[in-house]
């Protein structure tokens, strides 16, 4: 089973409200990882945790606050987004960070809107 | 910042061509991923190289990692529309993954 799952599918949110999305491996991966991607751009890295250690933040605004209460789980917290904050969220997993040859798993992805 | 440039940035193609897409680099990478996204999808792992001048077969996709460790190739023969969607190439670099620029097959029947 190499299935990471995401929560919600699509997801749609004004400037003052607070969110959550979600991400479930149960690959026994201890790497996860969000991404932020806008349309026909590729995948733009924003997180990285290490077994369940925030190891990567790409210098991204606290606006986004990353998440991780297991090794199966990953959140990603939303508070008074922007709209140029739209775009696809991915999650991905990988069996380790930093082992040449690891491989990332993504999930579906969130389609989030800001208004 | 470590780039990794795709070529070229758009394919449209009649079913049953040949193609190939390349993805260079000036820095050297552990490892290359290559990926297909459909629209509104995550990206899907097709291919894992590691060794310099590793070449790998998955059906009609051929992928080859150059010697020096800095470029690949994606090299599709036959495509049918089924093949039609975003290809990245994404190197391992320091503990992340760095995703090159995409390029854009179409496979028109």
């Known amino acids: 089973d190499t299935e990471v799952t995401q929560t919600p599918k699509h997801l749609v949110m004004g400037m003052t409200n607070k969110k959550s999305l979600k991400c479930e491996q149960h690959?026994?991966?201890?790497?996860m990882y969000w991404y932020k991607q806008k349309a026909k751009k590729p995948p733009e890295l924003m997180f990285v945790?290490?077994?369940?250690?925030?190891?990567i933040n790409e210098s991204v605004p606290s606006r986004f606050s990353p998440e991780c209460p297991n090794s199966s789980l990953l959140n990603l917290h939303l508070h008074a987004l922007q709209p140029e904050d739209s775009a696809l969220y991915l999650c991905?997993?990988?069996?380790?960070?930093?082992?040449?040859?690891?491989?990332?798993?993504f999930g579906p992805g969130t389609r989030l809107t800001v208004t | 910042t470590q780039l990794l440039e795709q070529s070229p940035q758009f394919l449209s193609i009649q079913e049953g061509e040949n193609l190939t897409v390349y993805c260079n680099s000036s820095?050297?990478?552990?490892?290359l991923q290559w990926y297909r996204q459909e629209p509104g999808e995550g990206p899907v792992l097709l291919v894992t190289?590691?060794?310099?001048?590793e070449v790998k077969k998955l059906k009609r996709l051929t992928f080859q990692f150059g010697d020096a460790r800095k470029d690949s190739s994606l090299h599709i023969t036959a495509a049918q529309p089924g093949d039609t969607g975003l290809y990245l190439c994404?190197?391992?670099?320091?503990?992340?993954?760095?995703f090159g620029t995409g390029t854009r097959l179409q496979v028109f029947p």
């Open positions: 991905a997993s990988s069996l380790t960070q930093g082992t040449p040859g690891y491989e990332q798993y």
């Open positions: 690959m026994g991966h201890r790497a």
């Open positions: 945790y290490s077994y369940e250690k925030l190891s």
């Open positions: 820095s050297v990478f552990s490892s």
């Open positions: 190289v590691v060794t310099g001048g």
């Open positions: 994404a190197g391992d670099h320091t503990d992340k993954l760095i």
